[in-house]
């Protein structure tokens, strides 16, 4: 399921982070705001054709909270603190507040417009720009975007952020935090073609992109190329996707970074499965190689999901740097309250390879490496 598709639903002496009810006061007086302009908005399309203008939202608010006292568990590796030594409950793991504004300025050109607010690696919720592109149908099966575009890097690339297109809590974060670039300024094209039974996608995209990571400090990738392929018939869908690019801060500069995956998904049950590879070096030009993986199946009960995902970050080859691995065992179960609204909880134990940190943030000073640790989470997903 694209983001399109969902978006198109009708009906310490640590620096604070912000509680639930301070992130509530900020979120939801943007979303009454954002209603109420999508009312007025889609209120003047003409039965059948699509509105000149369309605004369409999605957000999540939910708390976690982590065993682990030495350090902070996130989801986003540019996010600085988490649940777990900074606090024992956070609300800032996966709250977000997203809007998309989309222009159908001719049958051939269009323009899109995407503004997400979640934590930032600066300790704020500024709302920050993840799309704004223009696309041109150059034929009905090729078409051309320019202006900064998502990398189509994984199963869910263009939906991870919008909570109420993944069937699960979050993405497996062994996998997703494997790749720190997720969109680029530049150019890409599209060309989609279709039998009786099946889609097919294949595209090109060139272009460069500067990220601010937890540190503040500027991380400039340039040459970014990506060629992504996507398959679909019924309930199958394929992915696989290679990139490379020039990233100011390793030597050498290039890094590659490579996936495929697939998802099953006949309507009573559902699985899928990824597999992702990293590579880069250090300023010390130390090769850096990782591997992620997840397996995930569920079934549909009603209006209940109860799921298992299984989940690793493998260090193959990290010489004179600090391994980063570790295994995740997750379950849980998605309720979808109405068509657009789902709550969730899931449960995750995380077991951390030896001498590695895992994918933990904020370290205490002499935490040990290694063990493991539980983390609880409590979710509600919404898209309008």
């Not at 609300?91 to 977000?96: L, M």
């Not at 099966?141 to 909570?163: C, N, P, Q, T, W």
């Not at 297109?165 to 150019?187: C, F, K, M, Q």
């Not at 500027?218 to 394929?238: C, I, K, M, Q």
Request: proline share 6%.
């Amino acid at each position: 399921m694209t983001a399109q598709t969902i978006l198109s639903v009708p009906d310490t002496p640590h620096r604070a982070v912000p509680s639930l009810p301070s992130l509530r006061a900020r979120i939801l007086p943007a979303l009454l705001s954002a209603l109420l302009l999508a009312f007025s908005l889609d209120s003047h399309a003409e039965d059948g054709a699509p509105a000149p203008l369309a605004l369409n939202g999605f957000g999540t608010l939910g708390v976690a909270r982590s065993s682990e006292r030495g350090a902070d568990y996130v989801f986003d590796n540019l996010q600085p603190k988490g649940t777990g030594r900074s606090h024992q409950w956070a609300s800032d793991v996966d709250s977000r507040l997203g809007l998309q504004l989309t222009a159908n300025l001719s049958p051939s050109l269009s323009a899109v417009l995407q503004v997400v607010s979640e934590y930032r690696w600066d300790g704020t919720y500024t709302p920050m720009v993840n799309w704004a592109n223009l696309r041109y149908a150059v034929t009905p099966a090729l078409s051309v975007r320019v202006g900064r575009i998502a990398l189509d890097s994984f199963m869910a690339s263009d939906s991870r952020k919008i909570g109420y297109s993944n069937l699960t809590a979050r993405p497996p974060t062994e996998v997703y935090r494997l790749l720190a670039l997720r969109d680029s300024d530049g150019i890409d094209a599209t060309y989609r073609y279709s039998g009786e039974d099946f889609v097919n996608s294949f595209t090109l995209l060139y272009g460069q992109r500067t990220v601010t990571n937890t540190r503040s400090i500027n991380v400039h990738s340039t040459d970014v190329a990506g060629v992504f392929e996507r398959y679909e018939n019924g309930p199958l869908t394929l992915h696989a996707a290679y990139q490379q690019r020039r990233v100011d801060n390793q030597n050498p500069p290039l890094g590659k970074f490579m996936s495929v995956g697939a998802s099953y998904d006949p309507g009573p049950w559902f699985a899928s499965a990824e597999w992702v590879k990293a590579i880069n070096f250090n300023a010390s030009k130390l090769k850096i190689t990782r591997a992620a993986w997840y397996l995930n199946t569920g079934v549909r009960l009603g209006d209940f999901s109860p799921y298992v995902t299984v989940a690793a970050l493998c260090p193959l080859s990290e010489t004179g740097v600090a391994p980063v691995g570790q295994h995740s065992y997750s379950s849980g179960v998605r309720w979808d309250v109405r068509r657009n609204i789902d709550i969730k909880f899931q449960w995750d134990h995380i077991r951390l390879n030896d001498n590695s940190f895992g994918t933990l943030q904020n370290i205490a000073p002499g935490t040990r490496p290694g063990g493991h640790f539980n983390v609880i989470s409590l979710l509600t997903d919404f898209v309008f």
